[in-house]
Nanobody, 122 residues
Framework: QVQLVESGGGLVQAGGSLRLSCAASSRYKLGWFRQAPGKERDFVAA????????YYTNSVKGRFAISRDNAKNTVYLQMNSLKPEDTAVYYCAADKSNRLTLATMAVQYDDWGQGTQVTVSS
């Protein structure tokens, strides 16, 4: 099982920025998801194991950036121009499959972190 530990969440005003980190025990394709109260866990972004490919959900394109530093076994989610609707618990997850494509559904991911809360005030 891949150990994943998220950090970097917090409270920020609308228009502000946060950078989330996900420390992973192994090197796999990783994704970020978010879950607001009473809602399903939604895909945010994903990155290939070497960082050469990324994919974003439409609502965060141009505002969020996913990256990774494999020397540190860490994946980042830089979030800019935050909006109140970005408020959620953010999770990172590992896709251990051999798929070349980046997965966007939660069921396609094998291991999950504990999540970090992001709250954006208006």
């Amino acid at each position: 099982q891949v150990q994943l530990v998220e950090s970097g969440g917090g409270l920020v005003q609308a228009g502000g920025s946060l950078r989330l980190s996900c420390a992973a025990s192994s090197r796999y394709k990783l994704g970020w998801f978010r879950q607001a109260p009473g809602k399903e866990r939604d895909f945010v972004a994903a990155i290939s194991w070497d960082g050469s490919r990324t994919y974003y959900t439409n609502s965060v394109k141009g505002r969020f950036a996913i990256s990774r530093d494999n020397a540190k076994n860490t994946v980042y989610l830089q979030m800019n121009s935050l909006k109140p609707e970005d408020t959620a618990v953010y999770y990172c997850a590992a896709d251990k499959s051999n798929r070349l494509t980046l997965a966007t559904m939660a069921v396609q991911y094998d291991d999950w972190g504990q999540g970090t809360q992001v709250t954006v005030s208006s």
